[in-house]
Structures are given as structure tokens and as C-alpha cells.
């Protein structure tokens, strides 16, 4: 068995995501950052807040990035370890993190940063995603191709792609997406035309904070979403996290570039389940969620060969 860690980005925050997280000294300080750091009670909206407050960028990420940590912290305490790390979205940070390309408290800062500057983003452009079921990208790309303010954002799985844009975008290519035989198309909790170029101006800003960050390379391999390839360079893994802002997320990609690499099993780190539900239909893939099956049920990954 040779384990990857994935973890999830936005859209799999809910309320009360902290409540199943073992608790820590560590992950209580690192609330008290990024509390400080937000200027938010991110612990308060965690367990009791409307839908509206909880989908903004700012509270999701925060609390996303240290719930995927601490999950992921509590699989290495069980003697899980991992042979390479992905992320989708935001957990490509957390990703970073787990792979020794920055700590935990400076990934946290870049998170509070990039949240703040994808919110101001969004606010100046409204929009949204859809989650599309029953159509392959191909056939997305020529329902929405003449849509203006409407792109491909996800390549999530066979069969489930995920198209974002301006509020008016995304409405025309609803319409064009039901006659072209969509089975289903469901809004995402996002809040904002995430993975598209409407963010160039919060990855520009962003790059430049990058340029004065430190990172060193990576421990184990990371598999980016803009580029699902396995990378331990830090300036390769720098650049490519500049460019997932305003890039697809090619994750039906990096599942089959980690089992091609040898990863055949995926422990997802982080709330919920959606990237263990993505596995599924992926043949040669098991996954497994630490949240879910929980850290005491699935420690038959220990040993997993680095």
C-alpha cells in the first residue's frame, strides 16, 4: 500500500468542522493566530454562523487549512505516512505544509492573505460555480464556449466538472449545459468565479507576496493543480501555486498521475469526504477519509513505503 494525503479546498466547510478535530495545544494556538490574523472569531463561526458568513473566503480558509492540517498531523502522529501530498485549491497549501515547504504558521499567513485578496477579487466581480454531473469537459467546453464570463474551473473526476464565472456567465451557460443533457448542475458554497482569469488581479498581488516568502523544497513529492506533476523544487512549487488561483484545477489529472506514480491508496485529510467520493470513480484508487472512518480505523496504513 503507498499512501498519498490529499486535502480539500473550498466548498467542504460546514458548521461544526472543528468538533471532530483532535485537540491540541497546537491547533489551539494556531486558532489564536489566525484569529488574530483575520481579525475574526473563526471559532465562533465555525460552530454557529448562517451559510452566507460561513462561504466567505475569508472565515472558509482559514479554518479549511487547519482543519486539513490537524488531520493530517494526527495520521503522521498514528504512524501514517505518506509517500506524496495534493491539494485541491486552497488544500494544496496545506499540502505545502505537510511537505516541509513552509511551516504551519507561515502557510497559515499566506492563507489569511490569499483569502483576503481572492474576497476583494470576487466582490469586484460577482460570480459563482457549478458543479456539472453526466458531461466530460469536452462536452462542457462546447456547450460554454461561446458563453462570455463562463470557464472551466475543476476537472474534478470522471463525469464531474465544475464550471465558474460572472453571476451572468454562469446563468447562460446553465441554460446551454441542461440542453446539452447535463444530469445535474448544483451551485457550490464558494463565493466568487474562483480558478478563473476574473482572479489575475489577486494572483498578481499575490505573486508578490511570494516573491518575500521562504520556502524550501519539498520533503516528499507535491502534486500541483495546475500542473499535476510530482515537483520538490520550491521555486517550481512557488510559481505553481501563483498560477492555481487563476487555473483550472486538474485534479482528475493528478489522480491519475499519483496512481501512475505508484499511490494507490488516497487518505483524505480534512472535513468531510468529497475527494474520497472522487476517488471512487477512479479504478485502481481506494480511498479512505480521516474525518470519517477516523484516525484509529484506518492505521492498516501504516508502513505505507515512502
Not at 35 to 52: H, I, V
Not at 59 to 75: H, M, S
Amino acid at each position: 500500500m503507498n499512501v498519498a494525503f490529499v486535502f480539500p479546498g473550498q466548498g467542504s466547510q460546514r458548521l461544526g468542522m472543528l468538533e471532530p478535530l483532535p485537540r491540541t495545544s497546537s491547533l489551539s494556538r494556531l486558532l489564536d493566530a489566525a484569529e488574530a490574523l483575520s481579525d475574526l472569531d473563526l471559532r465562533t463561526l465555525a460552530e454557529s454562523c448562517t451559510s452566507e458568513q460561513l462561504t466567505d473566503t475569508r472565515v472558509a480558509q482559514p479554518l479549511l487549512y487547519l482543519a486539513d492540517w490537524a488531520w493530517a498531523r494526527a495520521a503522521l502522529d498514528a504512524g501514517i505516512i505518506p509517500s506524496a501530498v495534493a491539494g485541491h485549491s486552497l488544500g494544496e497549501l496545506a499540502a505545502l505544509a505537510v511537505a516541509g515547504v513552509f511551516s504551519v504558521e507561515a502557510g497559515l499567513e499566506l492563507v489569511i492573505e490569499r483569502s483576503r485578496l481572492m474576497a476583494d477579487c470576487a466582490a469586484a466581480t460577482p460570480g459563482g460555480m457549478l458543479a456539472v454531473l453526466g458531461l466530460d469537459a469536452d462536452d462542457i467546453e462546447k456547450a460554454i464556449g461561446a458563453t462570455p464570463g463562463v470557464w472551466i474551473a475543476n476537472d474534478n473526476s470522471p463525469g464531474q466538472v465544475v464550471i465558474s464565472g460572472t453571476s451572468a456567465g454562469v446563468a447562460a451557460a446553465t441554460e446551454a449545459l441542461a440542453v446539452a443533457g447535463a444530469r445535474r448542475i448544483i451551485p457550490l458554497s464558494v463565493a466568487g468565479p474562483f480558478h478563473t482569469p476574473l482572479m489575475k488581479p489577486a494572483a498578481d498581488t499575490f505573486a508578490q507576496l511570494l516573491e518575500q516568502a521562504v520556502f524550501q523544497d519539498a520533503a516528499l513529492p507535491v502534486y500541483s493543480n495546475s500542473l499535476p506533476t510530482a515537483s520538490l523544487d520550491a521555486a517550481d512549487l512557488k510559481r505553481r501555486l501563483v498560477a492555481q488561483i487563476v487555473e483550472p484545477v486538474r485534479w482528475t489529472e493528478t489522480m491519475r498521475a499519483l496512481l501512475a506514480d505508484g499511490c494507490d491508496t488516497l487518505l483524505e485529510c480534512g472535513p468531510g469526504a468529497v475527494l474520497t467520493g472522487l476517488a471512487k470513480r477512479m479504478d485502481g484508487l481506494t480511498a479512505r477519509s480521516a474525518e470519517q472512518d477516523g484516525i484509529a480505523a484506518i492505521t492498516d496504513m501504516q508502513g505505507s513505503d515512502r
